[in-house]
């Protein structure tokens, strides 16, 4: 896949820290409970950390007591790419920034108290919050 935002894994890895670089381009996930976005309240624009694309907007964000930041829907339906998920033993949707390909989280689709029946489960790491 070629992104808007490519660059090489020395690039990203002077660029992000080691947490960031770990979740964002390694696919991994920090630990829940502990994401500074978790219990973000204010109205604003969540962004990729890795390349500042919007990606949701805070009218979509909802308590899923999942233990991370959670959406029912991105800004635009090309704001994230899904892509199937088989690693774990286990079948799931990761979710991806469209522009630069770095890994944000999952999507499931059990949140029948949403719009979309759908919580994007998302790295706060992954992640910037932009208020306004």
Same mark, same amino acid.
């Given at each position: 896949?070629?992104?808007? @935002? =490519?660059?090489?894994? /020395?690039?990203?890895?002077? /660029?992000?820290?080691? /947490?960031?670089? #770990?979740?964002?381009? /390694? #696919?991994?996930?920090? %630990?829940?409970?502990?994401?500074?976005?978790?219990?973000?309240?204010?109205?604003?624009?969540?962004?990729?950390? +890795?390349?500042? #694309?919007?990606?949701? %907007? =805070?009218?979509?964000?909802?308590?899923?007591?999942?233990?991370?930041? =959670?959406?029912?829907?991105?800004?635009?339906?090309?704001?994230?790419?899904? @892509?199937?998920?088989?690693?774990?033993?286990?079948?799931?949707?990761?979710?991806?920034? +469209?522009?630069?390909? =770095?890994?944000?989280?999952?999507?499931?689709?059990?949140?029948?108290?949403?719009?979309?029946?759908? %919580?994007?489960?998302?790295?706060?790491?992954?992640?910037?919050?932009?208020?306004?």
């Amino acid at each position: 896949m070629t992104y808007k @935002i =490519s660059k090489s894994d /020395q690039e990203w890895r002077e /660029q992000l820290s080691r /947490q960031e670089y #770990a979740v964002l381009r /390694q #696919a991994g996930t920090e %630990r829940a409970w502990t994401g500074e976005l978790l219990d973000e309240k204010r109205t604003g624009v969540y962004r990729c950390r +890795a390349c500042d #694309a919007e990606l949701f %907007r =805070s009218d979509t964000k909802f308590d899923s007591h999942c233990g991370w930041p =959670s959406f029912y829907s991105p800004l635009a339906g090309d704001a994230v790419e899904l @892509i199937e998920d088989r690693s774990l033993g286990m079948v799931r949707t990761e979710v991806r920034c +469209a522009t630069c390909g =770095s890994h944000l989280g999952h999507v499931f689709d059990d949140a029948p108290q949403t719009p979309t029946g759908d %919580r994007y489960c998302m790295n706060s790491v992954s992640l910037t919050f932009e208020e306004g």
